[in-house]
């Protein structure tokens, strides 16, 4: 099993609210098809939900009331990013279903508290893919905070141990340094952990409450502790996606499990 | 605490898939915010989901292949439903949160197995309004099943024991006979169990995988013997559903509870 996670920058215009991507996603879609492996699929929020969870700062918890309409209102927009996400897989015959992450987790202080991994087995079993999202969620210290994608990826790769983890990103895989800002930066092909740590990636500019690349690395660790190797690709590029989930060559980061 | 019962029939053409009714959503949602009363709403699927969920089958279980598709499908659209109904929900500074019912119950052989009652309380105690649907869910024995609004009604009434439940229809309230078909048919302005149980309504005509109003007579009588009274309105007709919510008289039918 693989699970795959496609970032909300890729399907979204980050600084744009609302603007989807409609044909990257048609495209992942078709090679997820495919390919044709048993899959977890987890996508961010993208402008969807960071706009509104930054403006209403719902990554601090309840502070203030106008919060609960923009905890509302954020959550609904990413239910509507899903469904338009949804909508990609079935148009490609892919059986997405959705697994709402307030519904199926809890967190306590921004950490996971408790999950229902069952429902995932559940349709895994029955030949679906399951679907979640970063999203705002409920949190037992804070009143409710935010579960990004990539806690997502980390907690069920921890449970499910995943043949391999995938990262849908908008660059080709990891820099030595940040692409957007330096030109010197070079593509990392194959990486340890080891190498992971000496490497600081210099933190995204967008607007994301959930860190970025930053945060990205952390839980890239964290797999690789799990002995799982992550592998990042490019989005954009046409065939990629389907190199990696068909365990073909293409370009791409891997960064070895231990 | 008021249950709320939102038939598919008010906000949708049952008869033409995907045909969303937003100004009467609209007024409604203006009038459960002008009562401000604590609620849980529960929304049919209408058209979005009744149609899809005939076609393949869903209710009888998993019986053939194409309903992975076919389920998936239905579930997005009846998500794509739900969206809608929190939109118009949101631009009324309603704070309703979506609680997917495939994540918060299971089925075994159609009936209810397990709920999350929880998820409903904690939204509850925070001031959002938890929004509920009926939807294609997991079935222990059938593979998967319908989860149909009114059963949701009943199982939430029977653990939160709300001081009325209301279900908001496409007539003035419970008739004599079907009012659709018969012109003698007397509305009914106030009856008791007793009345209710020498009442055989006629079956509802349109497509309805969930029974139509010959289902909702059994969950009325099940509240009823809780001691909870239920009352049916027309959602058509502005003011009536605000008058009910706030305690006040207008024209419905009340069923008392024993």
Sequence with gaps: MIILKIGGS??????????????????????????????ILVHGAGSFGHILAKKYDLNKGYVRKDQING????????????????????KNNVPGVSL?????????NHKLSEINYRIFEEYLKSHFVPVTFGDVVLDEKLGFSICSGDLL??????????EKVVFVID????????????KNAKLMD???LKDLEMFTTAMDSHADVTRGM?????????????????????????????????????????????
Excluded at 100 to 108: A, E, F, G, I, M
Excluded at 171 to 182: F, H, M, S, V, W
Aim: charged share 20%; with cysteine; proline share 3%.
């Design 214 to 258: 930053g945060g990205k690395i952390d839980i890239i660790k964290n797999v690789a502790r799990l002995g799982i190797d992550t592998v990042l690709l490019n989005g954009n590029k046409p065939g990629r996606l389907y190199h990696v989930l068909a365990g073909k060559d293409t370009k791409c980061t891997v960064v070895r499990g231990l």
């Design 190 to 192: 194959d990486v340890t």
């Design 100 to 108: 709402s992450p307030h519904t199926v987790l809890k967190l306590s």
């Design 71 to 90: 905890y509302s209102l954020t959550h609904a927009n990413v239910q509507r990013l899903n469904t338009l996400v949804l909508d990609c897989l079935h």
């Design 153 to 162: 990826v980390s907690t069920l790769a921890e449970h499910f141990r995943p």
């Design 10 to 39: 890729v399907i979204t215009n980050k600084t744009k609210q609302n603007s989807f991507k409609q044909s990257v996603m048609s495209n992942l879609s078709k090679e997820i098809k495919k390919a044709n492996k048993e899959i």
């Design 171 to 182: 660059e080709d895989g990891l820099y030595t340094a940040n692409p957007k800002i330096n």
